[in-house]
């Protein structure tokens, strides 16, 4: 396994025991941070032509140096420090690939592929949450995820880490506008279902799940889903609660959701 100490020219230098290792600036690394050995190997596996640099801690064994020898890639060593001068604090278990960020797909060309499951985020902003988010939706077999351009994250490093590989795999759209990309679906053929606690069907319950093809709405926490947004869905689900707690986390929520979605897809298959 080829293995190199990064030779960055816009650096400082570290000392890590006797060895001397370069610490490359944060934006000389690259655009898209997969931080992780989950975020990482589904870059490589999937876009390995898009990996710009790959650094690690120590030098990869096994699987993961199979796999960078398989896309031509030479690891570049840094230490701790350095790692997390990159990463800016995410959590990066040695282990950080920078390249090319996944192409943002138009709605028409997501639409291409025939997606019985959809997702729609409004106006949740917290790349944790959208991290986890597409990751139970990629793990459920949703054919998208659509945001927003405005009040949505960037794919940061915290939302890949986060989604731990579903950047790789679940086609991310951005739209101008949510509500007409939701007329748009609506002509398509889609329920437009939206999570809201004052919804009026369980979304627990299949029977008050309308039907297939569908988009699951859900907004941010507190305060929720906007007007337009709700005026523009066929129906509201609610989750029920029995504790005295009063909310779920936005990315539970959507959890729950997702998978009773896909049940009733498994269901009518």
Not at 115 to 122: N, V
Not at 198 to 225: C, M, N, Q, T
């Amino acid at each position: 396994m080829a293995v190199k100490r990064s030779p960055h020219g816009a650096r400082k230098n570290v000392t890590v025991g006797s060895a001397r290792v370069n610490r490359p600036r944060p934006d000389r690394a690259g655009s898209y941070l997969a931080c992780g050995w989950h975020a990482a190997a589904a870059f490589l596996e999937s876009r390995p032509d898009a990996v710009r640099h790959a650094y690690f801690q120590a030098p990869p064994s096994g699987e993961m140096a199979t796999r960078l020898e398989r896309a031509g890639l030479r690891a570049e060593l840094l230490d701790a420090a350095a790692l997390d001068a990159i990463s800016g604090g995410v959590t990066h278990q040695g282990i950080i690939l920078a390249g090319r960020p996944p192409e943002m797909r138009p709605l028409a060309e997501l639409l291409t592929a025939k997606p019985k499951l959809l997702l729609a985020l409004d106006g949740v902003t917290d790349p944790r949450n959208v991290g986890a988010i597409a990751r139970s939706a990629e793990a459920a077999g949703f054919g998208g995820l659509i945001l927003t351009r405005d009040r949505s994250p960037d794919m940061t490093p915290a939302l890949v880490k986060t989604a731990a590989g579903a950047t790789e795999y679940l086609p991310f759209c951005r739209v101008a506008n949510l509500v007409r990309a939701l007329q748009s679906l609506q002509k398509e053929g889609f329920w437009r279902m939206g999570l809201d606690a004052d919804g009026d069907r369980d979304v627990l319950d299949p029977a008050s799940l309308p039907g297939l093809p569908a988009v699951l709405v859900a907004g941010a926490e507190g305060k929720g889903l906007r007007p337009l947004v709700l005026r523009n869905l066929d129906c509201l689900l609610q989750i029920p609660l029995a504790g005295r707690t009063a909310s779920l986390n936005v990315s539970v929520a959507s959890g729950l959701g997702i998978f009773a979605l896909a049940r009733l897809l498994k269901d009518q298959t």
